[in-house]
């Protein structure tokens, strides 16, 4: 009788998963598709293939793609850089006391206060050009480097950094202590490994393994930000997320099909993606319930 209950609990939950959030998107997906073949919309003329060809054939779309996956990965390689030496090196001080605190407060802040807060210290007119100015660094404002709308997404990138850091220093930080990484290394201290072999062999590869899923899905959420590149970018490279929502939400009629187009192929390409990684090696995707 519980095995039933507990069943009937669990399908409910499915359904009610199904229904909140697979339909929703089921949806969109269908009329995006629908939309960018012509069977709906206001400019409709029934089926068409010329706003795929347009984007499939045309260089903007995966120009943006090629510069939202540099920026991502930048951004995700120089978290992992921050975040293992702050977990590996302040490992007592992350438990308890102000700093374990601190860590969590980036993570408190939407990526549009942070892309604002970020404006405000990085631009020409930010805090850190007028003080190189009034500390005679600079002999006018003009002098600093361009760190917001660049062409190479600095201003992103930085951004991301500082959102993305504090995040992975929690995770690694109780990953060391719930997989007894201290003792692993204390094992291999007995073998003779030096300290290199310690963190190249034992640390890095159980802390990268056991978080190599959320790696990923930070690599596809980074490339599909919007707030972020919207208020740091430039208007060429744009990132996706950019250039698809100004192809649907801007007045020509003409390009929303196209926009539609765009962000069908962009869903493909990340489900391409995670099918690949899965498929050539699982255990990059096992979770402890599944291994």
């Avoid at 998963?17 to 998107?25: G, K, Q, S, Y």
């Avoid at 943006?64 to 490992?91: D, E």
């Avoid at 600095?154 to 997989?179: A, C, D, H, K, Q």
């Amino acid at each position: 009788m519980n095995l039933k209950k507990h069943l009937n609990s669990k399908t409910l939950g499915q359904l009610f998963f199904i229904a909140v959030v697979t339909l929703p998107v089921l949806s969109g997906l269908v009329y995006a598709t629908l939309y960018s073949l012509g069977f709906v919309g206001v400019l409709n003329k029934g089926f068409t293939t010329e706003n795929w060809e347009a984007i499939f054939f045309g260089s903007p779309f995966w120009t943006s793609i090629l510069f939202s996956f540099y920026v991502a990965v930048t951004s995700i390689v120089l978290s992992l850089v921050f975040s293992l030496s702050m977990a590996l090196s302040w490992k007592k001080a992350l438990q308890k006391g102000a700093l374990s605190t601190a860590m969590y407060l980036p993570l408190c802040f939407p990526g549009t206060v942070m892309a604002f807060f970020m404006f405000q210290l990085l631009s020409k007119s930010g805090f850190l050009s007028r003080l190189g100015f009034t500390a005679g660094i600079l002999s006018e404002l003009n002098q600093f480097p361009a760190l917001i709308n660049d062409a190479y997404g600095i201003g992103i990138i930085i951004t991301s950094v500082v959102l993305i850091t504090p995040f992975f220093v929690i995770l690694f930080s109780n990953m060391y202590r719930s997989e007894n990484i201290a003792n692993y290394k204390q094992l291999a201290s007995t073998f003779g490994a030096t300290k290199l072999q310690l963190l190249t062999k034992v640390t890095l590869p159980i802390l990268l393994k056991k978080s190599s899923v959320t790696i990923y899905l930070f690599v596809i959420f980074v490339m599909g930000s919007y707030e972020i590149p919207l208020l740091l970018g430039r208007q060429s490279p744009q990132m996706i997320s950019v250039a698809i929502l100004q192809k649907i939400q801007r007045f020509n009629l003409y390009d929303i099909p196209k926009g539609f187009a765009m962000s069908i192929l962009y869903v493909l390409i990340i489900i391409s993606v995670l099918l690949l990684l899965y498929f050539r090696n699982r255990d990059f995707f096992k979770t402890e319930t599944n291994a």
